[in-house]
């Protein structure tokens, strides 16, 4: 199995082989001097690209890059479309983060558009009679939805930051519900699987399945009538189309039908926030991400910091030495996340003490280099140095060298599976992400705190990290993934496969991953690490498990990112994890 680096590919463009293919297994049918497996090979762009979890949200991307619009622009435009073409995670009930970087500012702007807890929420909200959490009401109830921000933080992004209309941005999407698309292999599977919980809704049933239940078939046109006269309702109104008039009505009626929490007041009151980026570096890279409510962004530098002190590639990729150090050092991030994460306009986040060097120092000199400490033995940080699942991302670069990274989600693939009736979308059930009841843990495994309990008005911790990095003072690559808890580990092994150990981006995307999150306390591994590595990794009392509950193997996230090489060439890495994930360029 060989790769090649990102100068490999450089090279190739200007040998001028071709200026432009769709993906670079094309230049190897054309060239009998190149030889490879072309799974490791992302596509090539020179003018613009948009890498996203779903094919016909990428190409409403591309298509609006194509008409003149810069990365926001299109960024807007694979948002709203995602809403159409993939609701397990694309959204207008959801919120999530975007990271924007303005190539001629040399500016980026952290864009947090949340969720928020409704007015009505308190502490205890999910706690039951026998005063345990009530896990069905905080994951699939109506009490589980958050006021979402995913439409304002769109359309308040496209305001500020786009060139185009925001009718014209969204016409794609518009397109796509009212007259429907061939229904993708992915979606016809992902409705078979989660079919129980959507039946569940009868708003749900009509409008994801055939009339009487049936699933729609491959290829069969999957139209959304309800859900594109809210958006049009948007792009004729922005976000007062969604947060004001008949389309919050219809929200808040759902809600008054199944004692949810939202109300017009909510949906009024619901603010944007643009926080101050999480500014990191490893060796000579800087690193660019999202601070709290995101715990990525605190985390991945932290444990940049602790693993820089190793010299990385004497160790080997993927080995049981390299493994072992990288998990030890995810445990004792998660640990702190437990206790010093939460929404910052509630809780004072030691963001500056838990990503310096001097504690990232103190880390690496706990970790003993021969032997697994116990998770039970390894507590958040008692003082810091003194300060002075379902989800989507994408990644988008235009011919500006603006750059986009975007996570947005609604928790669970399908929200809490409830949507609103006469509106065509689903809730989100982000109120889980909440510690119900802190030092217990929620759908994901992940521990909370005092500082992620419920309030009002709050945001819910989140793991979702989109990430851009720099190097030589340049924009370098967007990246970012799905993955609940998974989000943060594999952002974080994609940094370190370009950066420390020089694959190209597709190479850095599909290599086998691994996991730990403090507790439970084992190592997720993908499949594609090796039976002698995973045995090397037991003999040093790690714990590994490479299958899901249900027996299946393990999939770890699933980046979506682009590269800019020294010339220009733009590289567009889709994760294979996700079927039908698709980099667009041109």
Do not use: C
Not at 112 to 140: C, N, Q, T
Not at 553 to 579: H, W, Y
């Amino acid at each position: 199995m060989r790769f090649f680096p990102k100068a490999a590919l450089a090279k190739i463009t200007v040998l001028g082989i071709a200026a432009f293919a769709p993906s670079i297994t094309a230049l190897a049918q054309s060239s009998p001097i190149i030889t490879y497996n072309s799974q490791f090979h992302p596509t090539l762009a020179k003018t613009g690209m948009v890498v996203s979890q779903e094919h016909f949200a990428s190409e409403a991307g591309l298509e609006i890059l194509k008409a003149g619009g810069n990365a926001v622009d299109a960024a807007v435009a694979t948002g709203f479309a995602l809403a159409v073409t993939h609701p397990q995670a694309g959204n207008l009930g959801g919120g999530g983060f975007m990271m924007v970087y303005l190539k001629d500012q040399d500016k980026t702007i952290a864009i947090d558009y949340r969720e928020m807890a409704p007015a009505a929420a308190y502490r205890d909200l999910f706690i039951g009679e026998d005063g345990e959490v009530d896990r069905r009401k905080a994951m699939f109830s109506l009490k589980s939805s958050g006021t979402p921000g995913s439409v304002k933080g769109l359309v308040e992004a496209l305001e500020k930051y786009g060139t185009l209309p925001l009718a014209q941005v969204m016409a794609p999407a518009i397109k796509l519900a009212e007259e429907g698309f061939p229904m993708p292999w992915a979606l016809q599977d992902s409705l078979k699987r989660y079919g129980r919980r959507l039946k569940n809704n009868p708003t749900s049933l009509a409008y994801f399945y055939k009339e009487g239940g049936a699933p729609y078939q491959w290829g069969d046109v999957f139209a959304q009538p309800d859900l594109a006269k809210t958006l049009r309702a948007i792009a004729e109104n922005g976000s007062d189309g969604f947060y004001k008039g008949w389309v919050a009505d219809k929200i808040v009626s759902t809600m008054e039908a199944g004692a949810g929490l939202i109300t017009l007041e909510d949906l009024a009151n619901y603010k944007v926030r643009y926080r101050e980026p999480i500014v990191g570096t490893f060796r000579d890279v800087k690193i660019v991400t999202m601070p709290p409510p995101s715990s990525g962004g605190i985390h991945i530098v932290q444990m940049l910091n602790v693993l820089e002190g190793w010299d990385l590639k004497e160790l080997g990729h993927n080995s049981a030495q390299y493994i072992h150090r990288m998990s030890e050092t995810m445990k004792y991030a998660y640990a702190d996340r437990s206790k010093y994460l939460g929404d910052p306009d509630f809780f004072k986040v030691p963001s500056k003490a838990l990503t310096s060097k001097e504690y990232g120092a103190s880390i690496r000199g706990k970790i003993n280099l021969k032997k697994a400490t116990p998770s039970t033995e390894i507590s958040p940080a008692a003082s810091l140095p003194e300060e002075s699942n379902d989800t989507t991302h994408f990644s988008v670069v235009d011919r500006f060298g603006n750059m986009v990274a975007n996570t947005y989600t609604l928790n669970f693939t399908y929200g809490n599976s409830i949507s609103v009736a006469g509106a065509g979308f689903l809730l989100n059930n982000e109120m889980d992400d909440f510690s119900a009841k802190p030092g217990t843990q929620n759908a994901f495994g992940l521990l909370g705190g005092e500082a992620n309990a419920i309030e009002a008005g709050k945001r819910p911790l989140s793991s979702m990290t989109p990430t851009l990095v720099f190097k030589d003072g340049k924009p370098w690559f967007a990246t970012g993934s799905p993955g609940g808890s998974r989000i943060i580990t594999t952002v974080l092994q994609v940094i370190l496969n370009v950066a420390e150990f020089d694959m190209n981006i597709q190479a850095a995307t599909n290599f086998p991953r691994f996991h730990h999150q403090w507790f439970p306390d084992q190592i997720f591994v993908e499949t594609g690490i090796s039976i002698d590595t995973r045995r090397a990794l037991a003999a040093m009392g790690q714990n590994i498990d490479v299958k899901t509950k249900d027996g299946e193997s393990k999939v770890l996230g699933a980046a979506m990112s682009i590269m800019i090489t020294p010339d220009g060439t733009l590289l567009g890495a889709a994760d294979p994890r996700r079927p039908g994930s698709h980099a667009a360029g041109y």
